[in-house]
């Protein structure tokens, strides 16, 4: 089963996708769950730092916007807001986003114009449209090469 911040994470990734200003970029960051202590070392060897803002968004004539999702009830471990205070000294906005409304927010507050709103988007799905399948006979019926 996947992580609800993954799923958070992949609705957001759409949403900003559909909402940002034409010509914007949007990023999304995984620094956690790894499976052994020797991923997240060969992470750190790259410099895949942890408690990195999940999302980043480039929009023209704003500085670089960094989210932190939480799902549920999570909360900012103080790492977490340790490094949403520097990137904030760094002229960077950054914030922490439980909903999508969050994100419309706080973008909409810093003046971010949106293309789309969450009340106005209805599938927010990422899914790939279905592939047509064969229908499959039963072995008996194939047609003879010979027919």
Not at 113 to 139: E, N
Request: glycine share 8%; proline share 6%; with cysteine.
């Amino acid at each position: 089963m996947r992580h609800p911040e993954w799923q958070f994470q992949k609705t957001a990734y759409v949403f900003l996708s559909k909402s940002l200003p034409p010509g914007s970029e949007n990023q999304s960051n995984d620094t956690s769950h790894h499976a052994s202590r020797a991923a997240r070392m060969g992470d750190s060897a790259r410099g895949i730092k942890a408690a990195w803002p999940d999302m980043v968004c480039v929009v023209a004539g704003f500085p670089e916007i960094y989210i932190e999702l939480k799902a549920g009830r999570g909360d900012t471990s103080d790492s977490q807001e340790s490094r949403g205070a520097r990137l904030q000294a760094l002229g960077r906005h950054w914030f922490v986003a439980w909903t999508l409304e969050d994100i419309e927010r706080e973008l909409t507050r810093i003046g971010v114009p949106l293309a789309a709103r969450t009340g106005t988007l209805i599938d927010l799905s990422h899914k790939p449209k279905a592939k047509k399948t064969a229908v499959r006979r039963p072995l008996g019926d194939k047609p003879s090469r010979r027919a």
